[in-house]
């Protein structure tokens, strides 16, 4: 393959990135926009964050996913993304860190350390090409 056709491989895999991120994390936005975060309020609460920090998780889950489709913003939707994620094992899932689950014996937190890891991959790569604004800065 010629090596001019490298620049389009890795700007078509960042596009599948930023669509696997996106895509994926849409539907947990979703669900919570049908079901409500008033769960949320206990494990919140159990680090005397106020209920209000909550509602970060749309902008995390239901715009961020928007703006990496479009590639507008790409970075800090990847950085946005990944501080959910990091928030959720933290708040939700710290004692799944250490543990393997019964159900296949992988990593108890494994899907979110997948959308964490894919996000900060997001975050460094940037848009590429394919995208309403490609990437410039270090948040674009």
Same mark, same amino acid.
């Given at each position: 393959m010629a090596s001019d056709?490298? !620049? +389009?491989?890795?700007?078509?895999?960042? =596009?599948?990135?930023?669509? *696997? +991120?996106?895509?994926?994390l849409l539907f947990h936005g979703v669900a919570k926009l049908?079901?409500?975060?008033?769960?949320m309020s206990e494990p919140l609460g159990a680090?005397? +964050? !106020?209920m209000f920090v909550g509602y970060g998780v749309y902008i995390a889950e239901v715009a961020s996913?928007? =703006?990496l489709f479009l590639g507008v +913003? *790409? #970075?800090a939707a990847g950085l946005i993304i990944a501080f959910d994620?990091?928030?959720?094992v933290l708040l939700v899932r710290r004692d799944g860190v250490f543990q393997i689950s019964q #159900?296949?014996?992988s990593w108890a937190i494994e899907i979110e350390a997948f959308f964490f890891l894919v996000a900060v991959a997001?975050? =460094?790569l940037g848009s590429g090409r394919f995208a309403v604004r490609p990437s410039k800065g270090m948040l674009d």
């Open positions: 056709d490298v !620049p +389009l491989r890795d700007d078509l895999g960042k =596009l599948v990135l930023r669509f *696997t +991120l996106g895509g994926l049908r079901n409500g975060i008033s769960w680090f005397g +964050l !106020p996913p928007f =703006l +913003l *790409t #970075r994620l990091f928030m959720a #159900r296949g014996g997001v975050f =460094l």
